[in-house]
């Protein structure tokens, strides 16, 4: 059974970094086509905001264009998700899901998620 498990989350001031990490483990953790960074604001509805595939191909929401990248580590199981020029807006539980088919889209459904790691940004 595939496991995701995020961490790097807490709080910063706004203009301030955070870099989150998501750890694929399970049997087949490199099996993925895609790995999507979600997040959930309080009261609001769950959005994409990043995604790269098993090809190194990367989508971002405009809103995050320019101030977040995503990447991974050379054993394709560790992903990270580089946040710079925080705004009191990204404040929201932030998820990694995985994906183990084509086609990667953000807007498919995604087969299993981490538990999420909570970002606050004060301004």
């Known amino acids: 059974q595939v496991q995701l498990v995020e961490s790097g989350g807490g709080s910063v001031q706004a203009g301030e970094s955070l870099r989150l990490s998501c750890v694929v483990s399970?049997?087949?953790?490199?099996?993925?086509?895609?790995i999507g960074w979600f997040r959930q604001a309080s009261g609001q509805g769950r959005e994409g905001v990043a995604m790269?595939?098993?090809?190194?191909?990367?989508w971002y929401a405009d809103f995050v264009k320019g101030r977040f990248a995503v990447s991974r580590d050379n054993t394709k199981t560790v992903f990270y998700l580089q946040m710079d020029g925080l705004k009191a807006d990204d404040t929201a539980m932030y998820y990694c899901?995985?994906?183990?088919?084509?086609?990667?889209?953000?807007?498919?459904?995604?087969?299993?998620w981490g538990q999420g790691t909570q970002v606050t940004v004060s301004s």
């Open positions: 790269l595939t098993s090809s190194g191909s990367t």
């Open positions: 399970g049997s087949t953790p490199s099996s993925y086509a895609c």
């Open positions: 899901a995985a994906r183990y088919s084509y086609p990667c889209s953000i807007n498919r459904n995604f087969d299993r």
